[in-house]
């Protein structure tokens, strides 16, 4: 047998291979892979042994097509924010790591566009499963055709349709009321907000919790406050440009997520407002972005990480016919940080 030598002349080893080194059948090998039970425990420590040994990497399409499955995954994502989607593929790719299956990354321009095809989508692309995020993870029409097609899949950060699909959440509505808290708990009394694309539902739920402090404060609560952004630096920039040139500009601003905050940091300095001596900014997520800008800006943790991961491990545990969790909740953080601070005189 071997002892902990790869193959020679850089070969990739076999099923063979491995049968030949560990002496037993092929399909013995095999049924070890695929954690097959009634192998006894020497055989499979054996075989587990040999394959470690010879570097043996199982081939995921040849056994997809033994079980007519492909073992991919989707991660289905329309978010504009870069940052975002990266700690999603970070969570869901974490969570596969030493798993048989793959994740397929599958960016769309516009969710609503193609919803009634959801399922042609899915079929076309070979999935076993498919993880969705906003705004997906809330269109009803997807969430029915796939429920209607029995296709398994997960949700992340949905706000509405509780009934359709085991869920990833938190509360975007607790959480955008503790940052307004805060910034009012600084002194402010004229505050801002930038909303995110009005097609995500977390953009409402957010603009909800801002108005729930407000009013409970005594503050002035109109529409006239808010900015619609799109969930990226560029509309970020610009909104906050609107909202700052105004005569009674606001001594705080609220974006609903870390892009667009970093671009009112930026539309700040344009004007020559120093930031926070004259305008306090916050944002929501708590993504890298927020962590490289300076100031670096105060925002909320959102655990995309944690759900993405979290998300993950349900599918796989859908597919694999293990238990599964229907719902998690999230906890949530308000992380102070440079970019907020007392209300000016």
């Not at 809330?138 to 699909?165: C, K, M, Q």
């Not at 005594?218 to 040139?245: H, I, W």
């Not at 599918?315 to 000016?344: C, I, K, W, Y």
């Amino acid at each position: 047998m071997l002892a902990g030598r790869p193959m020679e002349n850089g070969r990739r080893a076999t099923i063979v291979d491995v049968a030949r080194e560990a002496e037993v059948s092929i399909k013995t090998v095999s049924r070890v892979l695929n954690d097959a039970p009634n192998v006894r425990p020497k055989t499979r420590e054996a075989v587990l042994k040999v394959a470690a040994a010879l570097d043996y990497q199982p081939n995921v399409m040849a056994q997809g097509l033994v079980g007519r499955r492909s073992y991919l995954l989707g991660l289905f994502y329309e978010n504009p924010s870069p940052n975002y989607v990266v700690e999603l593929q970070q969570g869901a790719l974490d969570r596969l790591h030493g798993e048989r299956y793959r994740l397929v990354v599958l960016p769309v321009e516009q969710v609503s566009a193609m919803a009634d095809n959801i399922l042609s989508f899915v079929r076309a692309a070979a999935l076993d499963g498919i993880v969705l995020t906003p705004p997906a993870s809330d269109n009803p029409t997807v969430l029915r055709r796939l429920s209607e097609a029995s296709f398994p899949f997960v949700r992340i950060a949905s706000t509405t349709l509780p009934e359709l699909g085991p869920r990833n959440i938190t509360d975007d509505v607790g959480a955008a009321r503790l940052m307004t808290e805060y910034l009012i708990s600084l002194g402010h009394r004229r505050i801002g907000m930038i909303k995110g694309d009005p097609t995500h539902p977390s953009s409402e739920a957010r603009r909800l919790g801002f108005s729930q402090a407000l009013a409970a404060a005594g503050l002035p609560n109109g529409e006239e406050q808010v900015e619609q952004g799109m969930f990226t630096f560029d509309s970020g920039l610009q909104a906050a440009g609107r909202l700052l040139r105004r005569k009674n500009r606001p001594t705080a601003i609220f974006a609903q997520n870390d892009d667009m905050a970093a671009g009112a940091i930026m539309a700040a300095h344009d004007l020559g407002l120093r930031v926070p001596g004259d305008v306090s900014i916050a944002g929501f997520d708590d993504s890298a972005i927020a962590k490289v800008v300076w100031p670096r800006v105060t925002t909320i943790h959102q655990p995309v990480f944690e759900m993405a991961q979290a998300a993950t491990d349900m599918l796989v545990n859908m597919l694999e016919v293990r238990p599964h969790l229907d719902v998690l909740d999230h906890p949530f953080t308000l992380v102070p940080r440079q970019s907020t601070g007392s209300a000016p005189g």
